[in-house]
């Protein structure tokens, strides 16, 4: 009988793993190109750069504040849920770290193409509006699936608002909802979904070192088409698997070859720096600190969940005494 070694996944059980690939392939899947950066493919060592200032962390979190089933007298079932999203930024500028423009949206998302009317909810002195949002998808996962692009393109529009002010934008997860395709913008990605590259050259990556990163390869898809590279930012123990620890990293091919690769050694240099802590954070290390550290900020600023539950419940309740009387 073969002998089976087993690597552990570092994230705790009730997470998602951070390295999804079902199988490698032997050649690439789609329009790769491995050899853009015009280097040989194997480990590039990190460069001793002065951090440039400021560096912003972009990102956002969701919450569902209650599920519900809109009726329209249609005899069709529509899925919905009243929603809250924040997302906001943190500002890096030498020792000093601030949370900046910090964003909070209320929705009701209904599926089926239903849109509602919108509500106001008071708690205490505290009003709560919330915007209607309709998606055309029918299936009791369509609403989160709207509410998560109602995130999404908000993180990607304060990226976009504030590029022009940093050296760098690291905005947590890929850059599809970006429309600029030429600012200084990193997409870190820390769950690995499709390794992109073939098995030869996706081996490169439980070979890296600690801030040691892949050469670009470019991915072309016709439009999102942009330069990808994975980073190593953590030291994987004995028992985890090869490839833990590792992020992969995008830009939007519009920023030209020359300013990737400039980004990329930039985000060899610095980012390992910034490596979330497992005694802080279960997602360790490719949470990044500052990641982490503005989504426990957005979360507070989301307010108490149980009290804005208690207040659509008020509001659903007397609208249902009114229509039986």
Known sequence: MKLVRLRLDPWPGDYDGPFQVEELEEAAVGEIDPEVEGITWAAVQPKQIERPQPLFFVDGVRRIEAR????????????????????????????????????????????SGLAAEPEVMRIGNTELAFTPYSVAETGPAAPLLGMQNLMRTEEASIAQDHANEAACVFA????????????????????????????AHFALVSRLAPAERTPLFAIIDGKYDRFSWYLRVGVPRLMDHDVAGVLRMEVRTG???????ELANLSASCIPAFAGDSTRDPRAPQNLLPIGALEQELRHRLGDSIAIRRAIERVLFERSVLKEN
């Open 68 to 111: 519900v089933i809109a009726d329209d007298d249609s005899g069709r079932i529509v899925h919905g849920l009243f929603g809250s999203v924040a997302s906001g930024m943190v500002r890096i500028e030498r020792l000093k770290a601030v949370f900046e423009d910090i964003r909070i949206r209320r929705y009701i998302v209904l599926g």
């Open 172 to 199: 947590d997860g890929p850059l599809t909802y970006f429309a600029a395709v030429k600012q200084r913008t990193v997409g870190v990605i820390k769950r690995l979904f499709k390794a992109y590259l073939s098995a």
């Open 255 to 261: 920023v030209g070859l020359e300013t990737a690769v």
